[in-house]
């Protein structure tokens, strides 16, 4: 949020919170956090929404913008938010610190086993409740995730059915060890 000081558009009075809110919005579209992921790439940061004024001839005197921030495994959301803060002049207010990016080695046996049934790994720039679990993770499913979320979100019946072999494959890939008799 930006404050400004309300006054008449007609006689150039106050202090016009949208404007003083210019040279931030343009920090966040300009700003390129030093650290990139080979998955995740660069963290993200996009202005999605912003309110000021209430009436057509009065300057207004706050103007309130929402970024939505994405961040990569090289940081944590209380680093980015720190950056943030010392960077711009608007009061910033994160929506949460729960969220964090995850990420899994590329050694590890299900992301192996993924890999020899022929799956690419990539990085997701979207978020789920992936991102609440306390132990690694990977997603994966049918269809283009590029789809997903998406007004006329679809999958085709001939990837689910793909996926289902998808899966068998890649769980008969993981070298579970046998059970044992119970004694």
């Known amino acids: 949020t930006t404050h400004g ?3 008449h558009a007609a006689r150039q009075e106050g202090d016009n919170a949208i404007y003083k809110s210019l040279k931030d919005i343009e920090w966040f579209r300009d700003y390129a956090f030093p650290l990139h992921s080979n998955f995740l790439g660069p963290v993200k940061m996009t202005v999605t929404q912003i309110n000021a004024g209430t009436q057509h001839n009065v300057v207004p005197d706050t103007c ?6 994405r961040i990569n495994e090289y940081y944590t959301p209380e680093e980015i938010a720190a950056t943030i803060t010392k960077s711009v002049a608007c009061t910033v207010k994160p929506r949460s610190f729960r969220l964090r990016s995850s990420h899994i080695e590329m050694d590890h046996p299900v992301i192996q086993a993924c ?18 679990m306390p132990f690694t993770t990977f997603k994966m ?19 689910i059915k793909e996926a289902i072999g998808l ?10 060890p046998k059970e044992q008799p119970i004694k």
């Open 64 to 69: 309130q913008f929402v970024v939505d921030v």
């Open 5 to 7: 000081k309300a006054g």
């Open 141 to 159: 499913g049918p269809g283009e995730s590029a789809r997903s979320h998406t007004a006329d979100e679809y999958i085709e019946l001939k990837e």
């Open 115 to 132: 890999q020899a049934a022929g799956r690419v790994p990539y990085g997701s720039p979207t978020l789920s409740d992936q991102a609440r």
């Open 167 to 176: 899966y068998v494959n890649i769980l008969d890939g993981l070298n579970f």
